[in-house]
């Protein structure tokens, strides 16, 4: 299957301080890369869509401005907590589509997790 | 949007016994299931999934069944065995490359050898 690889997997920073989560395509390319937030037994809930060279498309109740989403390129989209506090900790999962139209599996990231201290 | 049920939450069998999970969701438009299967701490695997133009589908000892009239989809799991303790999570999207998968809110499975 394809491949969607994510960096850090894991993620200590103090309360204010802005973490990057990087995720990445490695086989194929991905107009679409999902990112969803997985509370401690909880199911992943979908926090924003990401578009290659546009803005991202964000769920209610999710702060654009805290979540900022970058997606520049065919194989990489960047996910930024800013001003995190810790509420913010979480597991962060990204996940893309190749590119057809309905080809329905979903790839996911091995998921970073992040804990603000 | 797009909602989807998941019951139970928890489910306990024995080794050997079956181990049904079932799914509704709301948006008749939605065209593709998936179910994973997500171990702690890593991320979901995709073990099964089922497109509306099928009623069910089946893959060894796991089978998934649709009924769109009613919008529901069900997971059957036969032979259960240690290894498959997990919690698994339906979801529900309209199958095209812009559109996100809805996740239900998972049921831990136990199984007892």
């Known amino acids: 299957g394809a491949v969607v690889s994510q960096h850090p997997s894991w993620v200590i920073c103090k309360s204010g301080t802005s973490v990057k989560i990087e995720c990445r395509s490695l086989?194929?390319?991905?107009?679409?890369m999902f990112w969803y937030r997985q509370f401690p037994k909880q199911s992943l809930m979908l926090m924003a869509t990401?578009?290659?060279?546009?803005?991202?498309?964000?769920e209610q109740g999710v702060e654009k401005d805290k979540f900022l989403i970058n997606h520049a390129s065919l194989t990489l989209s960047t996910l930024t907590v800013t001003s995190a506090h810790p509420e913010d900790s979480s597991f962060y999962i990204c996940?893309?589509?190749?590119?057809?139209?309905?080809?329905?599996?979903?790839?996911f990231g091995e998921g970073s997790r992040l804990t603000v201290l | 949007g797009e909602n989807v049920e998941q019951h139970p939450s928890t489910l306990s069998v024995q080794e050997g016994d079956s181990a049904v999970i079932k799914c509704t969701y709301s948006?008749?438009?939605?065209?593709?299931f998936p179910w994973y299967k997500q171990e702690l701490g890593k991320r979901p695997q995709l073990i099964i999934d089922?497109?509306?133009?099928?009623g069910e589908k089946k893959d060894q000892r796991i089978a998934v069944t649709l009924n769109k009239t009613a919008k529901h989809f069900s997971l059957h799991i036969t032979e259960t065995q240690p290894e498959d303790s997990a919690v698994y999570f339906c979801?529900?999207?309209?199958?095209?490359?812009?559109?996100?998968?809805?996740f239900g809110k998972g049921t831990t499975l136990s199984v007892s050898s």
């Open positions: 996940s893309a589509r190749r590119g057809s139209e309905n080809t329905g599996e979903l790839f």
């Open positions: 086989d194929f390319q991905a107009t679409t």
């Open positions: 990401s578009n290659e060279g546009s803005k991202a498309t964000y």
């Open positions: 948006d008749s438009a939605s065209n593709y």
């Open positions: 089922i497109r509306s133009n099928v």
């Open positions: 979801a529900a999207s309209k199958g095209q490359a812009g559109t996100a998968l809805i």
